[in-house]
């Protein structure tokens, strides 16, 4: 198993440029979270998705939208972006069902520039 | 006050001390509790669970307290590879993990 794979690893855009962060797990899992850490902060939830075709808003939703047609991927969309989006992006992935059911997996994470 | 809340450090601990570091969180983020370590420039990974009666990982041991609202991890004869961030979790009422923003930890040789 691959796990969690997230596409790129590292970006640079400039200030309005649209992009999408790929997200992929190969675990059968239902949930999936989309977080942003910025630099000596906690993680910050964006999005999340308790299977396909569901969504939610997360504590930081502004600027972003993700879709999940599917259980495998749940692509992060950056509309306009902006110097506030500068962050590293994690995607994560959990199953439901388990004495393990409350660890989330991780992706490399994607580390983007907005200048 | 923040859901959760830990003490930033860092913590600059001579190899085979030991080290132990607080997590304070609020009502909201009360369910469940889990330590998660971070390394530098990388995804974060579950370190242990935290349960009321504590738990103990080889080196690892994690305390609940309930009535003062914090939990704790001690690392016993810590190793530089113990060098990393570690970040405590909690849960809220959504099954929603609610992060801290970690502890830094520097292990010296």
């Known amino acids: 198993n691959a796990g969690v794979t997230q596409t790129p690893k590292f970006r640079i855009l400039k200030i309005g440029q649209s992009m999408t962060l790929q997200c992929t797990q190969d675990?059968?899992?239902?949930?999936m979270y989309w977080y942003r850490q910025d630099p000596g902060m906690g993680l910050k939830l964006i999005y999340y998705?308790?299977?396909?075709?569901?969504?939610d808003k997360g504590e930081v939703p502004n600027g972003y939208n993700v879709s999940r047609s599917t259980t495998e991927d749940f692509p992060l969309r950056l509309e306009l972006a902006a110097p506030s989006q500068t962050s590293v992006y994690f995607c994560?992935?959990?199953?439901?069902?388990?004495?393990?059911?409350?660890?989330?997996?991780f992706g490399p994470g994607t580390r983007l520039t907005v200048t | 006050r923040k859901e959760v809340e830990q003490d930033p450090g860092p913590f600059n601990v001579p190899e085979g001390a030991t080290v132990a570091f607080n997590c304070t969180y609020s009502n909201s983020a009360s369910q469940s509790f889990f330590w998660y370590r971070q390394d530098c420039r990388k995804e974060p990974k579950l370190l242990m669970s935290?349960?009321?009666?504590?738990n103990e990982d080889g080196r690892f041991t994690a305390q609940l307290n309930r009535a003062s609202q914090y939990i704790s991890l001690l690392i016993r004869d810590s190793k530089l590879s113990d060098s990393a961030t570690y970040l405590c979790v909690g849960v809220d009422s959504n099954y929603q993990l609610i992060w801290g923003a970690g502890t830094k930890l520097i292990i010296k040789p």
């Open positions: 935290v349960y009321s009666s504590g």
């Open positions: 675990m059968n899992h239902n949930y």
């Open positions: 994560a992935s959990r199953t439901t069902s388990g004495a393990e059911w409350y660890e989330q997996y």
């Open positions: 998705s308790v299977g396909a075709g569901i969504t």
